[in-house]
């Protein structure tokens, strides 16, 4: 069985400087600025992870393509990501493509549960979503905004039982944070920082900004 191995060594493995790690994988993306290109890119990546027996999760736009990549049998990230995430910004390279770590992120729900197991049946009924260990819902083709549940040890009527998480790339969340700010938020607790930040708009609704960091 493949190792899992930790944000931080995904992170700092050589070749990976065009990745962040997030919620779920690490992901990449790149800026082809043409559909054709965005088309000679994806097929580089079938052959790669065809080669490798290793398949990302890839979204194909006008302007660029989307990679994610995750190993299912660890539910994380393993050195085959990392050697696939190296072959695919190459193969990047090779057709004049360019990274922007600036544009990926992972936006979650999170939901304050007293007993989780008693709500996410609902939710997963609900939504058609799949269970992925023991907290969080996903939806099975990767399209959604999945969904973790937090157990309170006491109810919280006074507040909010829902809230964003907004995971984005470690170097961007200060300044995710400061926009965020200036158009009428408030910084609510930075105890936790870098993990999270919970920020809250003018009428208290919250959210978080995450990273990898603290999950190391």
Excluded: K
């Excluded at 996410?120 to 939504?127: N, T």
């Amino acid at each position: 069985m493949t190792e899992y191995i930790s944000p931080r060594q995904f992170q700092e493995a050589e070749g990976t400087e065009d990745w962040r790690v997030l919620a779920f994988g690490a992901c990449a993306y790149f800026r082809t600025g043409s559909f054709a290109t965005g088309v000679a890119l994806v097929d580089r990546i079938g052959e790669l992870a065809d080669a490798a027996n290793h398949h990302p999760d890839v979204d194909l736009r006008y302007s660029g393509v989307t990679v994610r990549l995750f190993t299912h049998e660890v539910l994380g990230l393993t050195e085959r990501d990392a050697a696939l995430a190296r072959q695919i910004s190459t193969a990047a390279r090779e057709l004049g493509v360019a990274a922007d770590p600036a544009q990926v992120q992972d936006v979650g729900l999170a939901i304050d549960a007293l007993v989780g197991p008693d709500v996410m049946p609902f939710w997963q009924a609900v939504l058609g979503y799949e269970q992925l260990g023991e907290e969080d819902l996903v939806d099975p083709h990767l399209r959604w905004s999945g969904i973790w549940f937090q157990e309170m040890d006491a109810p919280r009527p006074q507040r909010n039982r829902i809230h964003v998480d907004v995971f984005v790339p470690h170097d961007q969340a200060e300044a995710r944070i400061a926009v965020a700010i200036a158009a009428g938020g408030r910084l609510v607790t930075d105890a936790h920082a870098p993990a999270w930040w919970t920020l809250a708009d003018a009428e208290g609704n919250e959210v978080d900004v995450a990273t990898w960091m603290g999950r190391e």
